[in-house]
């Protein structure tokens, strides 16, 4: 008999568990349901915490790390590093390592403060260590500043009306009155720079970056409509200095807004998370084939949907008519629409009422758990599709024998 071949590409849990931590529980999970099944670990990483690590992994390349100012200004140790193959110069390096979420104690959290200065020192690290391609991971910020703090450690200067400095952080943005780009760090026109980003996220707007994620990253209803008011200044006075529409860009609001200072002080592309990921591990060949896909993430609700792994994961495997279940931490507002983007079914690992710290805590056993638990049920779908079929067929058996003599 062949075995049940049963994918596992899940991303990480964010500020709990990385993606190859829940790929490993969710794979001992299956096999403790189902010992025969061939378990394919598939770990993806959408950007955030951890991308670097594991680009630098998949190629066999050289990871560094260097001491930058973290999001609340403190020295951070950040890893960064070169990828391996035949392009020898290309480094990757992820925000979060730098200014990430998980690097803001929870009693600290206000993104009118953090700052990005520290994501452009890592560009400067790369750039001294002979990178000429840098791709940049956006996902897990603690920021939203636009990337004025990047700049600002690149030679950029970000001027209020008496052409002083802005502050650092997203407040320095509502004094926003003028950009000098002539101190910019001048091999950065003669390097390629890639960002690796969710498309769909917006710079301003009723779906833009403060409102969305700045509740998340600790601010308050109050403090959220001065980050818009901030983002938007930013827009409109790189409008005028540097002649780019950022409120229609694409990506602009990755990472609290770094993709559109990315573009707009660097020149850098803005690609599709995926396609990034594809040139270094190829999804659909691992999905192919697969007769069942197991995709997780820490959070389950509408955006999941619009360009996270869990609905990437979905989008393709339902194009091959492969049927995905996920395993999520939460499930939150119209989650139900995943189902439309080839998630068939989804269940949370938290199992009783807990407190967040607990859940996060016991998060792989719990993952361990549901999967076992979820894998169960599948096994038990497939015993009871097996006994309708055999029930079937001795129904047509005997009607095809006539009346008993």
């Excluded at 990828?83 to 929870?106: E, K, N």
């Excluded at 994620?213 to 200095?241: C, N, S, T």
């Excluded at 495997?317 to 119209?334: D, Q």
Aim: net charge negative; hydrophobic share 45%.
């Amino acid at each position: 008999m062949v075995p049940l071949r049963v994918v596992v590409a899940p991303s990480g849990f964010k500020e709990c568990l990385g993606a190859e931590a829940v790929t490993r529980a969710i794979a001992r999970g299956i096999l403790s349901a189902c010992p025969t099944a061939d378990v394919v670990e598939v770990p993806l990483i959408d950007g955030g915490e951890g991308f670097a690590r594991a680009l630098v992994g998949m190629t066999a390349g050289t990871l560094r790390s260097s001491q930058v100012d973290g999001p609340l200004g403190s020295p951070v140790e950040a890893v960064w590093g070169f990828v391996g193959g035949t392009d020898q110069r290309t480094a990757v390096i992820d925000m979060a390592s730098a200014a990430g979420l998980s690097l803001v104690p929870r009693d600290r959290r206000d993104p009118l403060s953090t700052c990005t200065f520290g994501v452009g020192q890592l560009i400067r690290a790369a750039l001294d260590a002979g990178a000429r391609h840098i791709i940049v991971g956006c996902g897990d910020s603690g920021t939203n500043d636009a990337g004025a703090g990047m700049a600002a450690a690149l030679g950029v200067r970000l001027l209020d009306r008496r052409g002083q400095p802005i502050r650092r952080g997203a407040q320095g943005l509502l004094d926003l009155a003028d950009i000098d780009m002539t101190g910019l760090d001048p091999r950065i026109a003669e390097t390629l720079i890639e960002v690796s980003c969710n498309l769909d996220n917006l710079l301003l707007g009723p779906r833009g970056v403060a409102r969305i994620y700045g509740p998340q990253k600790g601010a308050p209803a109050d403090a959220v409509g001065h980050l818009e008011i901030g983002l938007g200044r930013f827009a409109a006075v790189a409008r005028q200095a540097l002649g780019i529409d950022l409120a229609a860009l694409a990506g602009a609001g990755a990472s609290g807004g770094l993709g559109a200072g990315l573009a707009a002080f660097l020149g850098a592309r803005l690609v599709s998370r995926y396609d990034i990921l594809s040139r270094f591990l190829d999804i659909d060949r691992h999905i192919e084939g697969a007769d069942l896909v197991f995709t997780a993430e820490g959070g389950l609700d509408a955006g999941s949907a619009a360009g996270k792994i869990p609905g990437e994961v979905g989008r393709r495997a339902r194009s091959m008519g492969i049927p995905v279940i996920a395993l999520v931490g939460t499930i939150g507002a119209e989650a139900e629409i995943v189902r439309d983007h080839g998630i068939g079914a989804y269940f949370t690992t938290v199992q009783a009422p807990c407190a967040l710290d607990e859940a996060m805590a016991g998060a792989e056993d719990q993952i361990e758990r549901c999967a076992d638990n979820v894998m169960r049920t599948v096994m038990m779908a497939f015993q009871v599709a097996a006994s309708a079929t055999a029930r079937s067929k001795a129904s047509a058996g005997r009607l095809a024998a006539g009346p008993a003599q």
